[in-house]
């Protein structure tokens, strides 16, 4: 198990710095929005108001950390690495493969990296997971409740896979502005 | 006199709608899947509804309800048999069962304590039930009445409580429910039509699913967090559990005990914020100083069962009340409730009671229903719990992986969702570890633009004047609350008192 100790080993200090973080970004992307005035709320107001109280908020319990040794908790915590980018990126993807390559592949994909973060992998544990939840999701999620999902890649997968290079791309236009 | 036919004649109107096959049925499946979700440690009660949620959109709005409510309450009760049977809280309500109810199942008592826990947690949910059915109209009544700067301090008042009443440090509470209020502005603005925090994606113009971000900081952030420590050695008691009949002398000894937790849980669950952990601790704390006899407290006395085992009950129904009155939910689990009526498009409200009658009266029927069915339930089926614990974690947290993938593609049919819930995922993960709890987060993302249209509204009437809201006395009332209840916890004698009652509860 990977796991590393955080060099300011202090909560307050790093969820201060997530608050004024989050309330920075939202300052300024308020700025963007009217403010419009308190009798005719315009769409920057409620936000901008919130970031303030988000860098407020963030600016007192990080400045707290300065004045509070940390306990042995936050001392000896270690982060769960491998899991923590492994179990995302098992939901990533499924979805980057449920509408290209079917139900079945993205199933067993997801798995396959969920289970890459225990030890000891046991191939007739993972056989039973794989075909239970696949029957699971097959007949109760596909033909019970009726999300439509493809079992394999038969149908539509130019369609499917125009939409996901199209959606992959967004993070460029965003850069290059389109 | 009136005003008690009234309520009678609604409650049968209700038990009408409840007892249908379907809607029976619906409670059925809800208390069972509840119950199995609850049994399961490592995945708490909101993210059981979370997961099961998308699974109620196409039922009509009264079975949906129902059937969250079964979920619900299912999952109380499945939590008190793991705590009993693996001293592992299946929810952080059941943390103080552990202590004296996993004795007890040391002792050989396993069955006298669950049977006691189902008994007490029926008692408690018909008082209860009929508590609401009483509180909820004439509250209903008063909240009408509320204009927007009522509601906007009645939220901030709630919001306010609920960070007070939180786990850890208030501050970083405060905190979490500014950041879920932040959250909640990410979509299009109702009033001026702008894309506001959308970073330019389309996806994100209708803000992000209440669903996927309970998920993401409840569903995957806790399994990371479980993932942590890499070998699952759980203590299943494995032995069979005998005596699930309950014994007149345990009746007795634990009447007084369920009693005390009926009202100490009926009290605690309509305040936001305490809900059912509050209770049971608050309940196990009471029961301690009451017992003439307190020195088996900790190895196996029934009252310690008995008592929280009904305030936590008592207060999981309670807690309907501020939800269903005054659309302003106290709890995670709540704020998920209060979420889903909003996708069956009912604006959550005290005029529910009197637009949709047979939704609120069906489902203050269907919480007896459900309570009876859990009793039946439970107590035959605890074998088969009892095998379901011996499914170890690696087993099990793919399935739950897998479920959360299939539950957040399926709100749009789209693979926009489950790729925000990955992304949720570390955000949420990042916060737990630098001990922000993600309730309160949950609480500003469902009420965030409820807040924001009401301070418009608010200000629109006062003319941008801001005194409206401490010159109309129900509002500075509100406000008042919410400053006395921060101050409560500021002072030092207090916080102290606060800290003891959250010790052990991990």
Same mark, same amino acid.
């Given at each position: 198990?990977?796991a590393? *100790? ?12 997530? %608050? ?45 950390? %300065? ?21 995302p ?8 493969l449920?509408d290209t ?13 969920a ?24 007949f109760?999620?596909? *033909? ?8 394999f ?5 130019? *369609? ?11 993070? %460029? ?6 | ?18 007892? +249908? ?7 059925? #499946?809800?208390? !069972? ?9 490592? =995945? ?5 509804i ?6 109620? $959109? ?17 999952? @109380? ?8 049977? &693996?001293?592992l ?26 049977? #006691?826990? @189902? ?7 018909t ?16 909240a ?11 939220? &901030?008042?709630? !919001? ?38 959308? $970073?330019?994606l ?50 007795r000894? +634990?009447a ?6 009926? &009202? ?13 952990v ?12 009451v017992?003439k006899?307190?020195?088996?407290f ?24 501020p ?19 909003? =996708?069956?498009? =009912?604006a ?20 007896w ?5 859990? &009793? ?9 719990w ?9 087993m ?17 049919n ?21 001990g ?6 949950l ?14 509204r @608010?200000?629109? =009437? ?7 809201? #401490? ?6 009332a $509100?406000?008042?609350?919410a400053?006395? +209840?921060?101050?409560v ?9 606060r ?8």
């Open positions: 198990m990977g590393f *100790k955080f060099r300011s080993n202090h909560q307050d200090f790093w969820a201060g710095i997530m %608050f004024l973080g989050l309330g920075i970004l939202a300052v300024y992307l308020s700025r963007d929005y009217p403010l419009g005035r308190a009798m005719r709320m315009g769409p920057g107001y409620f936000p901008t108001y919130l970031g303030w109280l988000m860098i407020t908020v963030g600016a007192i319990v990080g400045g707290r950390s %300065f004045f509070r040794d940390p306990t042995e908790e936050e001392v000896t915590t270690k982060w769960a690495v491998v899991p923590l980018a492994l179990m990126a098992s939901v990533a993807v499924f979805a980057l449920i390559l079917g139900l079945v592949i993205a199933v067993l994909s997801m798995l396959v990296l289970n890459a973060s225990i030890k000891n992998f046991r191939p007739i544990e993972f056989t039973v997971n794989f075909v239970v939840l696949l029957c699971i999701a097959i109760v999620f596909q *033909k019970g409740l009726g999300v439509p999902f493809h079992t890649w038969e149908e539509s997968l130019g *369609k499917a896979l125009g939409e996901l290079i199209s959606l992959l791309g967004t993070p %460029f236009r965003l850069m290059f502005g389109s | 006199m009136e005003f008690i036919n009234d309520i009678f004649g609604n409650l049968i109107m209700g038990f009408g709608v409840a007892v +249908s096959l379907e809607n029976l049925l619906y409670c059925f #499946v809800g208390c !069972l899947l509840g119950t199995l979700v609850g049994v399961l440690p490592g =995945i708490g009660p909101v993210a059981a979370a997961l099961l949620l998308p699974t109620t $959109f196409s039922l009509p709005p009264v079975g949906a309800m129902i059937m969250l409510a079964g979920i619900y309450y299912g999952a @109380a009760y499945g939590g008190s048999t793991t705590a009993v049977l &693996v001293n809280p299946g929810e952080s309500s059941s943390v103080v069962t552990c202590l004296d109810g996993h004795a007890m199942a040391k002792n050989g008592r396993a069955g006298h304590a669950l049977a #006691v826990s @189902a008994i007490g947690s029926f008692f408690a949910g008082v209860c039930t009929l508590v609401i059915a009483f509180l909820a109209p004439p509250l209903a009544e008063v009408l009445k509320f204009g927007a700067p009522e509601y906007f301090s009645l939220m &901030v008042f709630g !919001l306010i409580a609920s960070a007070v009443l939180a786990r850890g440090s208030l501050m970083k509470a405060l905190g979490m429910i500014v950041v879920g209020l932040l959250f909640g502005i990410i979509g299009t603005d109702v009033n001026s039509g702008m894309s506001r925090f959308t $970073f330019g389309p996806g994100l113009s209708d803000g992000i699913g209440f669903v996927v971000i309970a998920m993401a900081f409840f569903g995957l952030g806790e399994i990371i967090k479980n993932l942590e420590t890499p070998n699952d050695q759980r203590q299943v008691f494995t032995d069979k559990v005998s005596g699930l009949m309950p014994r007149w002398v345990d009746v000894d +634990s007084g005990a369920i009693m005390r937790g009926t &009202v100490i849980g009926g009290f605690f669950g309509t305040l936001p914020g305490t809900g059912p509050v209770a049971s601790f608050a309940s196990y704390a009471i029961e301690k100083k017992a006899d307190n020195s088996q900790g190895k196996g006395d029934i009252r310690g069962v008995a008592g929280p085992e009904s305030a936590n009950n008592a207060a999981a129904q309670t807690a309907f009340i939800t269903l009155t005054l659309g302003i939910p106290g709890s995670g689990t709540m704020a998920l409730m209060l979420g889903a009526l909003m =996708i069956q498009g =009912i959550p409200g005290p005029q529910v009671m009197t637009a949709r009658p047979d939704l609120f009266w069906g489902l203050i029927a269907s919480m229903v459900g309570n009876l069915m859990l &009793v039946i339930l439970n107590l035959p089926l605890i074998g088969m009892v095998q379901l614990l011996k499914v170890p974690y690696r099990l947290f793919p399935a739950i992986l897998l479920f959360m993938c299939i539950g957040t593609y399926s709100l749009n789209s693979i926009q969702d489950p790729l925000l819930m990955a992304f949720f995922g570390f955000v949420g993960y990042a916060f737990m570890k630098f922000c709890e993600p309730a309160p987060m609480l500003g993302f469902i009420l965030g633009p409820l807040m924001e249209e009401n301070l418009r @608010a200000l629109l =009437i006062s003319r941008g004047d801001p005194t409206v809201f #401490v010159t109309r006395p129900i509002s500075l $509100f406000l008042v609350l400053a006395a +209840s921060l101050l916890v500021i002072l030092p004698a207090v916080r102290k008192k800290d003891e009652a959250f010790q052990g509860d991990e």
